[in-house]
């Protein structure tokens, strides 16, 4: 039979001295010793309650037998340790709700405890109790997969984000090993920042040199440094005070960084070479910025008055002027067809700059500066604030022009003889031919050819020969011409960019001919001239984001020279432009102008004084009117590309858009016909490495061997 019994050892205990309900077990310092085996749960756990003086409750479905047993008198704290610990094994625990000690399912145990502490782990030995854990620095999300295999199956860890913190349900004295680890693991990322002035180097240059080794590369910082691997360090630039702006991982990588830049901080050779320096460009234009930099610091340069005596910065001028000459052109909406406006190249080659303390390669674009230290460290200041990459503006327009022509005509005309012969005709002329003299003629001679609309005639018989004496003519026709053209470009920020969509069309400007016996070779001039539609637009970004624009768009067309008889004097051409400066905000839609012609015409012949009267004078005249309608609007939408992602991405999307047209313009299969492909753009891939461009072709297939 089993049996069990609590043993005093030196004082029996008081079983039946009411216990104050406290957070921890309320025990008496007479040592005991624990004799239970095989003894039934609910009678170990009345002796353990009686021993500290709180009642223990046990949920109706912790059943079952255990033995809890010790070779030496212990005192009250451990002997109950023990019993909490031969529960635990049992897969049973203890918890504390409201001052009530239960015996429940470890399983739901994480439901029933009432214990919920915030800061420092409550020494509760196998109780189960809610643990609230602040962190400062590490993200708690992180945590949780480091501290899940060190929680009992049974209970729950969660993460809360909002406030950087972690609820841990679980075993007391395990709660006090996670608190250890997650006092070591909650540290910060990185050391403070450390701002480091330069005396002698440029800031700009050593950038770039301190975080490559703070990268743990090849001999880097990283590398000596014990545990730097884990990662990068940050470096910045405050060109305003020519110093380094460091945050390392950790104290050790942050000294041996300062330890380099102080090595790497000396003044440089001396003598005439050290007073030169080379500047490589990484997006300004050399020769341009060289130009401005002159200009700026030629009051403080003693060097080099008198090479910027002579030179001046290329000013932005008319949009339809060149770089290479800053002389003033006339503006491009006074030109003829094909001006200078359409055919000026948007920007000259960049030429090498010579003269003054700061020189241009143009061919490596970098500069070449002459000057002492001080002056050279505030020169690259400028430069570094100058040579930053600048945003594109990618702008979709769209020109339409919507033309329409009306014509009426309402006319009648008769013909009569007069005296025996018939020789003597009056005739009434149509505004458009044939008129009933032409119409007679072709009907002598059997080819009758009427007018458009409809014609109305008397016919009779004049000596046998039959003709129109009257003819009523009514016609109305009507015109509508829509031309929609969406030509897109991108271009630099400032920079000019134009597009032309059209023809090349031959102009003479001069020719000679022989004359007599003259052997001199006939010749003409010739100069070909664009005509179509040209956009030119110079897009300037402002800190806001509105986008100030020129812009300059001009549409042009040959005329049909033959009906107007102008053949032998060359070609005609009509011309409608627009020429201003807008501000738009980005993504928006911008129209321009609207250059609306609305004309009115109409034509009257008649017989005098016959054609005058009230509703007979229509008998005796013709009557046509004439309306034509142009109406050319111009829209823009500018787009700011700012990135390397927004232009890729603008950039697939347009290669998809000509792919998806290229797929569904593919001929009808034929057997017939043995071409059935037409050609399509390959799928874009993406790079193999972030350097590589995407290739725009798949590669060749391996040529088979003859012998395969």
Excluded: C
Excluded at 118 to 140: K, M, W
Excluded at 196 to 225: C, F, M, N, S, W
Excluded at 378 to 387: E, P
């Amino acid at each position: 039979m089993a049996t069990g019994s609590v043993l005093p050892s030196t004082a029996q205990v008081a079983a039946d001295k009411p216990a104050a309900r406290t957070s921890t077990p309320s025990m008496s310092s007479a040592p005991v010793t624990l004799n239970f085996v095989n003894a039934d749960i609910e009678a170990v756990t009345r002796a353990i309650s009686a021993m500290i003086n709180r009642q223990i409750m046990v949920d109706p479905r912790v059943k079952g037998s255990m033995t809890v047993y010790s070779e030496r008198a212990m005192p009250p704290r451990e002997a109950y340790q023990n019993y909490l610990s031969a529960l635990r094994g049992m897969g049973f625990s203890v918890v504390d709700s409201a001052g009530l000690l239960k015996v429940v399912p470890e399983a739901d145990a994480k439901l029933q405890t009432g214990v919920v502490s915030v800061g420092p782990v409550d020494q509760r030995a196998d109780l189960v109790i809610t643990q609230i854990f602040r962190l400062s620095h590490e993200n708690p999300n992180n945590l949780v997969a480091v501290l899940r295999p060190l929680i009992s199956p049974n209970n729950t860890i969660n993460a809360n984000p909002g406030n950087g913190s972690l609820v841990i349900t679980d075993y007391a004295d395990n709660l006090a090993r996670i608190a250890k680890i997650i006092a070591a693991l909650d540290q910060p990322a990185s050391t403070d920042i450390e701002v480091i002035p330069l005396k002698h180097a440029v800031a700009a240059d050593l950038a770039t040199l301190v975080q490559r080794l703070g990268e743990g590369g090849a001999g880097g910082v990283a590398a000596l440094v014990p545990g730097g691997g884990a990662g990068s360090a940050t470096v910045m630039v405050d060109t305003r005070s020519n110093a380094l702006i460091i945050r390392a991982q950790n104290p050790a990588r942050l000294a041996a960084m300062r330890a380099l830049i102080q090595r790497l901080d000396q003044p440089g050779a001396a003598g005439p070479a050290g007073s030169i320096h080379v500047v490589a460009l990484k997006n300004a234009d050399a020769a341009r910025l060289a130009t401005v930099l002159r200009a700026a610091f030629a009051a403080g340069s003693s060097g080099g008055g008198s090479g910027l005596s002579g030179s001046t910065a290329t000013g932005g001028g008319s949009l339809g002027g060149s770089p290479a000459a800053p002389t003033s052109q006339s503006s491009p909406s006074n030109t003829g067809a094909g001006s200078s406006a359409a055919t000026t190249p948007v920007a000259a080659s960049a030429q090498p700059s010579t003269g003054g303390f700061i020189q241009a390669d143009a061919a490596t674009n970098s500069l070449i500066i002459s000057a002492p230290e001080p002056l050279y460290l505030q020169i690259r200041a400028v430069i570094d604030r100058l040579d930053e990459r600048r945003a594109q503006v990618y702008i979709e327009s769209m020109i339409v022009e919507v033309s329409g022509d009306d014509t009426a005509e309402l006319g009648f005309q008769w013909l009569g003889a007069l005296g025996s012969e018939g020789r003597a005709v009056q005739n009434l002329p149509s505004t458009k031919s044939p008129g009933i003299i032409s119409i007679n003629s072709g009907l002598a001679s059997n080819n009758l050819t009427l007018g458009e609309g409809l014609n109305l005639g008397l016919l009779r018989t004049v000596n046998g020969v039959a003709s129109l004496s009257a003819i009523l003519r009514m016609l109305q026709t009507k015109g509508n011409t829509n031309v929609v053209s969406t030509p897109n470009m991108i271009t630099l920020d400032n920079e000019e960019a134009k597009i032309v969509v059209g023809e090349n069309v031959p102009f003479i400007t001069g020719q000679f001919t022989s004359t007599g016996t003259s052997t001199n070779n006939p010749f003409q001039t010739i100069e070909r001239k664009d005509v179509g539609i040209t956009l030119r637009i110079r897009p300037q970004i402002g800190e806001g984001g509105a986008i100030r624009m020129q812009i300059y768009q001009e549409q042009s067309s040959v005329k049909d020279t033959t009906a107007a008889g102008t053949s032998n004097a060359g070609p005609s051409t009509t011309k409608r432009s627009i020429e201003g400066t807008v501000t738009v905000d980005d993504g928006q839609v911008l129209a321009l102008g609207g250059l609306i012609e609305d004309n009115y015409s109409t034509t009257t012949s008649k017989v005098p004084l016959l054609g005058d009267l009230p509703w007979v004078g229509a008998l005796f005249r013709n009557e046509s009117r004439t309306r034509k309608r142009t109406n050319l609007m111009v829209f823009l939408r500018p787009v700011v590309l700012r990135d390397t992602a927004s232009t890729q991405k603008l950039s697939l999307d347009r290669y998809d858009l000509m792919r998806g047209q290229q797929k569904d313009a593919q001929p009808n299969t034929s057997v017939l016909l043995p071409i059935n492909e037409a050609p399509v753009l390959p799928p874009m891939r993406e790079p193999a490495a972030p350097s590589s461009p995407p290739p725009l072709s798949p590669a060749p297939p391996p040529t088979p061997s003859p012998g395969n």
